[in-house]
Nanobody
């Protein structure tokens, strides 16, 4: 059965760091574009970052450029999101998802398989 599982969330102080992991089962990540999304209470789900399987293109939402880094380890079938210099505005539930086509930008309607998310809280 195809599945994505996120991990690595937690409570961190402003300026701190976390590394989120997204591990796939039932399929190989290297054949798909994988995106990271986040959703805070009362807000819409937004795309954060994505990494392409075919051409290696990477996307970052403007507010996280220079702070977040997406990467993948095909041997472990895992995509990572390294988050540095975290801000309170980064607090949200973070989801990874698999694209349904050859897309790069993390737009939710173009993704067909989702994990259950991992919670990130940035607070002092």
């Amino acid at each position: 059965q195809e599945q994505l599982v996120e991990s690595g969330g937690g409570l961190v102080q402003p300026g701190g760091s976390l590394r989120l992991s997204c591990t796939a089962s039932g399929f190989f990540l290297d054949r798909y574009t994988i995106g990271w999304f986040r959703q805070a209470p009362g807000k819409e789900r937004e795309g954060v970052s994505s990494i392409s399987a075919t051409d290696g293109k990477i996307y970052y939402e403007d507010s996280v450029k220079g702070r977040f880094t997406i990467s993948k380890d095909n041997a472990n079938n895992t995509v990572y999101l390294q988050m540095n210099n975290l801000k309170p505005g980064d607090s949200a539930r973070y989801y990874c998802a698999r694209a349904s086509g050859l897309v790069v930008v993390p737009v939710a309607m173009w993704y067909d398989l989702w994990g259950q998310g991992t919670q990130v809280v940035v607070s002092s």
